[in-house]
C-alpha cells in the first residue's frame, strides 16, 4: 500500500516592484473589491503604482512566476513607516501570503535607519490580522472608505 502524497506549495519569491507589475497588481486590487477596498480608491492606487511605488519599498511576491501579493511602506517622517497598499490574491488568502507580506514589510521598516513606528490604516476585516502582529488601535472611522467599509487606524511601536 503507498502511502498519500501532500503537494508542496511552490516557493514564494520576493522583490521589488517594477513598471511591468502594474496590470498584475490592479488585478489584485480588483479581485479584492469590494470587501478589503472600495473600488473609487482603485485610482489612488494606480497613481501610487505609476509613481510612488517605483521610489518606495514596494515589493511584490510570485509563485511559479505570478504575482500573488504585493505591498510596501513609505517613510512619513524619519521615525515613522506606513504600510501601505498590502494585498492577496483573494483566491490565496488564508495560505499565510499575507503574513509573509507583513513579515517581510516589517523586517524592512526595521532595518531603516531612524524607523521606530510603523503606522497603517485598514479596514475592519483586516484589523484583527494585524493585531497579531502587535499593532495598536489608535482610530477608528466608520464608512472611512467607503459606505460599510471602516478605516481602522492603527500603530507599532518597533
Known amino acids: 500500500m503507498s502511502s498519500p502524497s501532500f503537494a508542496t506549495p511552490a516557493p514564494i519569491l ?5 513598471p511591468a ?8 486590487f480588483d479581485g479584492n473589491v469590494p470587501r ?3 473600488a473609487g480608491e482603485r485610482g489612488d492606487f494606480e497613481r501610487f503604482l505609476g509613481g510612488t511605488a517605483l521610489a518606495s519599498a514596494y515589493q511584490v ?8 501579493a504585493c505591498g510596501g511602506f513609505l517613510i512619513e517622517t524619519g521615525e515613522e513607516a ?30 531603516t535607519p531612524g524607523v521606530r513606528r510603523v503606522r497603517l490604516d485598514t479596514s475592519q476585516h483586516t484589523q484583527g490580522f494585524y493585531a ?3 499593532f495598536q488601535v489608535v482610530s477608528v472611522t466608520p464608512d472611512g472608505y467607503g ?12
Request: hydrophobic content about 50%; some cysteine.
Open 36 to 38: 478589503f477596498f472600495d
Open 61 to 68: 511576491l510570485l509563485r511559479e512566476g505570478r504575482i500573488v
Open 82 to 111: 506606513h504600510l501601505c497598499w498590502g494585498m492577496v490574491d483573494r483566491a490565496l488568502q488564508g495560505q499565510g501570503l499575507g503574513a509573509r507580506l507583513t513579515e517581510a514589510r516589517l523586517a524592512a521598516a526595521r532595518a
Open 21 to 28: 507589475d502594474r496590470d498584475a497588481c490592479l488585478a489584485l
Open 132 to 134: 497579531r502582529f502587535g
Open 147 to 158: 459606505p460599510g467599509l471602516d478605516r481602522w487606524d492603527m500603530v507599532l511601536d518597533l
Open 14 to 18: 520576493a522583490r521589488a516592484y517594477a
